[in-house]
């Protein structure tokens, strides 16, 4: 069956920047009836936020006013792939990044998202 799985986290220092990958395995996309793609993250001892998501064809993309402006998503259907570039990064953008999936087109809340990944790891040093 599908999953999601993610990459690239890991530790950088403040004003750095990384690239994290969503890829889904074992089916595409479209198996799992999704028209909204996007990453939610939770930083140690807060809730989970949602950061930002795509729509299906990549035209449009949304963002939490938290990360607009440096955060950017962009997907890549033929390879089953999303990604969410992160650039200026702070110790606040530090948490578990979780790539999500979901059949609203514009979802936004947790219970919107029914397909999740595992998560990764993003720590921002002061």
């Known amino acids: 069956q599908v999953q999601l799985v993610e990459s690239g986290g890991g530790l950088v220092q403040t004003g750095g920047s990384l690239r994290l990958a969503c890829a889904a395995t074992?089916?595409?996309?479209?198996?799992?009836?999704?028209?909204?793609m996007g990453w939610f993250r939770q930083a140690p001892g807060k809730e989970r936020e949602f950061v930002g998501r795509?729509?299906?064809?990549?035209?449009?993309?949304y963002y939490a006013d938290s990360v607009k402006g440096r955060f950017t998503i962009s997907r890549d259907n033929a390879k089953n792939t999303v990604y969410l570039q992160m650039n200026s990064l702070t110790p606040e953008d530090t948490g578990v990044y979780y790539c999500?999936?979901?059949?609203?087109?514009?979802?936004?809340?947790?219970?919107?998202?029914?397909?999740w990944g595992q998560g990764t790891q993003v720590t921002v040093a002061s």
């Open positions: 795509i729509s299906g064809s990549g035209a449009i993309t």
């Open positions: 074992g089916g595409t996309f479209s198996t799992i009836n999704t028209n909204a």
């Open positions: 999500v999936a979901s059949p609203l087109y514009g979802a936004s809340r947790l219970n919107e998202y029914p397909y």
